[in-house]
């Protein structure tokens, strides 16, 4: 997934923290990822600041977790940004299980 260190950080310091809390881990790097665009510490671009949100990063995002035994649970989202357009559509569609994936009509990367 070619996914680089700064990408993987939220998820990272949640497990360092919290431990594995199963499928609930989901939830905390969300959570984690959401406090870091109001930090304005996170997302990968120049244009992002404190109440701004995550500016410049990427717009897929992907959440995987473990369950108990051996259920995986893994959900495809869209980072939504103020102002964006997009944000009352409220439409995925999945055309398979490996690509072409489009959330609001706008491809994701």
Not at 22 to 43: C, N, Q
Request: proline share 3%.
């Amino acid at each position: 997934m070619s996914l680089t260190p700064s990408q993987l950080r939220a998820s990272f310091e949640v497990y360092t923290n919290y431990g594995n809390s199963s499928s609930a881990t989901v939830f905390s790097v969300m959570d984690r990822l959401r406090s870091d665009g109001e930090a304005g510490i996170g997302g990968e671009g120049k244009e992002y600041g404190p109440g701004v949100g995550i500016k410049g990063g990427r717009k897929g995002v992907v959440g995987c977790a473990f369950g108990p035994g051996v259920s995986v649970e893994m959900v495809l989202m869209r980072r939504v940004e103020k102002g964006d357009h997009n944000t009352d559509k409220g439409i995925v569609e999945v055309t398979n299980g490996i690509g072409g994936v489009s959330v609001g009509g706008e491809e994701l990367d």
